[in-house]
């Protein structure tokens, strides 16, 4: 049996009307959906650095933050005794070109026998276990020339606080932590 051409037009109007609501549906969930996520909050990771204000909307253009850098006293081995070298430096953290982007100078003189060294900026003061403020990986390695002297001028992809609490750590390798820190500065915020 066949159908008419009215129950057909029927038909074909009634699965376009579902048709327009399930796109309706879908639009409005998608819709939703979005409106959700923007307004979600983040949840920190537990043991990684709290953000702090950005210096571009807080500092003045000059602003910094400093630190002398002197070697740490080490344990070397199951010797008791502890040795302290005569390891020192400076470093020097600033706008970069970009409100995302900040500068570091830093210059370093060695004592010892490694001839690369690594170094982090991490929040709180010399001594206080924390996460470097971006990955290890981002800060390119100091390079020990003649004299035991090194230096670099590194581009760091993070903003500069206006507040808080920094260090710079300088590590014997690329693991960090603390059985290869040879040498912590704390950073001073000079607005």
């Known amino acids: 049996m066949k159908e008419s051409p009215a129950s057909n037009a029927a038909t074909i109007r009634r699965i376009y009307s ?8 879908a639009a409005f969930g998608a819709g939703a959906m979005g409106l959700i996520a923007g307004c979600a909050k983040s949840t920190p990771v537990e043991g990684a ?31 008791v005794q ?4 005569r390891s020192y430096g400076s470093a020097t953290w600033r706008h970069g070109a970009a409100p995302s982007l900040t500068n570091i100078e830093l210059t370093f003189t060695y004592t010892g026998q490694e001839r690369t060294l690594s170094w ?22 100091l390079n020990i020339g003649g004299g035991g002297r090194a230096q670099v001028t590194a581009s760091l992809p993070l903003e500069l ?8 750590d300088i590590y014997r390798d690329r693991r960090g932590g603390t059985d290869a820190l040879i040498a912590c500065g704390n950073l001073r915020y000079a607005g």
């Open 82 to 85: 502890t040795t302290r070298d």
């Open 120 to 141: 982090a900026i991490l929040p709180g003061s010399c001594g206080t276990p924390a996460l470097p403020v971006i990955p290890i990986s981002n800060f390119p390695e």
């Open 18 to 25: 579902k048709m327009r609501q399930r796109l309706f549906v």
């Open 161 to 168: 606080p206006a507040g808080g609490s920094y260090h710079i």
């Open 49 to 79: 650095p709290t953000p702090s204000a950005s210096a571009s909307a807080e500092g003045s253009a000059g602003a910094r933050w400093t630190a002398n850098i002197q070697s740490v006293t080490q344990s070397r081995g199951e010797v």
